[in-house]
């Protein structure tokens, strides 16, 4: 084989290498991008049919295992979390060791969210649950949707936010 034809056959092997990479990174972002949260995966922006009627009993979140919330930071970031529902309609967020981690700080620092249930977008604002009493009634609630904890107090580590429509 000539050094020509070998030369050429390396050139087209690297271009054939670096354009199934490249698909490869941009299947991994979309992906990310259009799928995510996962599990415990965040993603980015949520997609939904999004509602904006205000919303005074969020019950039917207990009809999901969990809920997606959406802030706003550098870019939008969207994880998966506990959501749950009160008798009284009103929505909690929950968080295991919340403290450092990057969606309760942005939600601190700007508390409006999206929030998707299902495959619907709502509008919300968080607020952090700091009296004991509510969140001693937010783990209640949460032990009521989920079964966990129910015999259990309820950690220090462990955060909610109460969430309400915007």
Not at 6 to 23: D, F, M, N, Y
Not at 57 to 80: H, M, T, Y
Not at 104 to 114: E, F, K, V
Not at 118 to 133: H, I
């Amino acid at each position: 084989m000539s050094d020509r034809r070998a030369g050429t056959q390396t050139q087209s092997l690297k271009t054939l290498v670096i354009a199934a990479i490249t698909v490869a990174v941009i299947g991994l972002v979309m992906t990310f991008v259009l799928r995510c949260p996962c599990e415990r995966v965040p993603g980015t922006v949520l997609f939904g049919s999004l509602v904006s009627a205000p919303i005074s009993d969020w019950s039917f979140a207990n009809d999901v295992r969990l809920c997606q919330i959406e802030v706003q930071g550098v870019v939008p970031w969207s994880v998966n979390l506990n959501c749950m529902a009160d008798k009284q309609g009103e929505l909690f967020l929950s968080c295991a060791r919340c403290d450092g981690k990057y969606w309760s700080s942005r939600a601190l620092s700007n508390p409006d969210a999206r929030i998707r249930i299902g495959g619907d977008l709502y509008p919300v604002r968080l607020v952090r649950v700091q009296v004991d009493g509510r969140l001693d009634h937010a783990w209640r609630t949460r032990a009521a949707k989920t079964g966990m904890g129910v015999d259990r107090p309820r950690p220090d580590h462990w955060w909610s936010f109460a969430v309400t429509s915007r």
